[in-house]
């Protein structure tokens, strides 16, 4: 690894720490914090490597930005997710690119995954979760009307499992490559 992408981890691992303390804090992450972290990630990306191909260089940071990013456009168009949770996994994709960006996308996953269980064990909506995925199947199904299904919105930070997805990346990125 070279010094400017030690340089660039370094940037990249700021970024995440801010995005999760703003994240849990105020239920936001920064775009003060996600653009400059983009645009830092393709620039050194451009500087090092040049415009590249899908797996190097300026190509290789744009592409793995916009299909990370791609994973959670569903959800914050639909709400349940905001956007700068979608531009943080652009910054997270344009810095790691491939293939370290298909190890943050699946480590991601699994730690909000996790996260989700463990939020919702511990405010004990276990139940409370699996009976509102039961009646809006039903309500999908047409054996129930949708005015008896009441939603209950619960924030989990998403800031979180980007961080610790992308550090268990960055951490096997660096024992793949010694």
Do not use: C
Not at 7 to 16: F, N, Q, S, T, Y
Not at 64 to 69: D, E, H, P, S
Request: without cysteine.
């Amino acid at each position: 690894m070279t010094p400017s992408y030690n340089a660039l981890w370094i940037v990249l691992g700021v970024a995440l720490v801010i995005s999760v303390a703003t994240d849990v804090l105020r239920r936001e992450i920064l775009d003060v914090v996600t653009y400059p972290l983009m645009a830092v990630g393709l620039g050194v990306r451009l500087w090092t490597e040049g415009v590249g191909d899908p797996q190097t260089g300026l190509v290789s940071g744009a592409v793995a930005g916009a299909g990370l990013a791609l994973l959670l456009v569903p959800a914050a168009a639909r709400g349940k997710m905001g956007w700068g949770d979608v531009k943080l996994m652009a910054g997270v994709g344009a810095v790691l690119g491939y293939p370290t960006v298909v190890a943050a996308g699946a480590f991601i996953s699994l730690v909000g995954a996790l996260q989700a269980v463990v939020t919702l064990l511990w405010h004990g909506a276990a139940w409370e979760t699996l009976g509102g995925m039961m009646r809006r199947q039903a309500v999908r199904l047409r054996l129930m009307h949708e005015s008896t299904v009441s939603a209950s919105p619960r924030h989990i930070p998403y800031g979180v499992a980007i961080a610790l997805g992308t550090f268990w990346a960055m951490v096997w990125q660096h024992d793949r490559l010694g």
